[in-house]
């Protein structure tokens, strides 16, 4: 079975500055999405950004992107100039190719943001 | 204009009640999922539909069962409810079962037993 390990349960940042989120997983299988999702305190589950397995490139979307370090099973969230608004929990989830198991998820990296 | 919604979105209850969560996406999708967050935010997938059938059953007492009556829907149905059953139980839906496919997730319904 996956699994998928956020190792940092909370995380603060001043605003406009940088941050990483980090995520490990396991896995045997070669086909596999990673995904991160943010849930602010409305508690609406909101994708962030996605990263295929087959694709050597990071992912990028405005302000968070990724570095996805395939060999040692590693996917970790940059956020650049942080705002207030990015102020959530963040998991990191794990869904296999044929997405027959649905999401897994890391247990959630709690984001605050100093102003 | 709401993608996923879920009713209701507070439900509190006693012990031993059974009580149903209803959701619905217009997305037009055919694929639609519950998921529990436990009191630590744990996430954990439930069920999953496809076309109407069950295509993922997780580890879940028998006491919890999924219904959809259309690809629209999926209602979740609890029987006897315990305290452990306290939890936020969000629907999803997406178009197609593949990895790489956008899971549109409701708004969570918070269900606290009592």
């Known amino acids: 079975a996956q699994t998928v390990t956020q190792s940092q349960p909370e995380m603060s940042v001043q605003e406009a500055e940088t941050v990483t989120l980090s995520c490990t997983y396991d896995?045997?299988?070669?086909?596999?999405?990673l995904f991160w999702y943010k849930q602010p305190p409305s508690r609406q589950m909101i994708l962030v950004i996605r990263?295929?397995?087959?694709?050597?490139q990071n992912a990028t979307e405005n302000r968070f992107s990724v570095n996805f370090q395939k060999a040692a099973k590693s996917f970790s969230l940059k956020i650049s100039d942080s705002q207030l608004g990015d102020a959530a929990m963040y998991f990191c989830?794990?869904?296999?190719?044929?997405?027959?198991?649905?999401?897994?998820f890391g247990k959630g990296t709690h984001l605050i943001i100093q102003p | 204009d709401t993608a996923v919604s879920q009713t209701p979105k507070y439900l509190v209850t006693q012990m031993g009640n059974d009580k149903s969560i209803k959701c619905e996406q217009n997305l037009g999708h055919d694929t639609m999922y519950w998921y529990k967050q436990d009191s630590k935010k744990f996430l954990k997938i439930m069920f999953s539909y496809n076309n109407k059938e069950l295509i993922i059953n997780e580890t879940v007492p028998n006491r919890f069962s999924p219904k959809s009556p259309d690809k629209a829907h999926l209602n979740l149905h609890i029987n006897s409810l315990e305290l452990g059953d306290s939890a936020v139980y969000f629907c999803?839906?997406?178009?197609?079962?593949?990895?790489?496919?956008?899971?549109?997730f409701g708004p969570g319904t918070r269900l606290t037993v009592t």
């Open positions: 990263q295929e397995a087959y694709k050597q």
């Open positions: 896995t045997s299988e070669s086909d596999y999405y």
């Open positions: 999803a839906s997406s178009q197609g079962v593949a990895g790489r496919t956008e899971q549109y």
């Open positions: 989830a794990y869904r296999s190719g044929g997405g027959a198991d649905g999401l897994t």
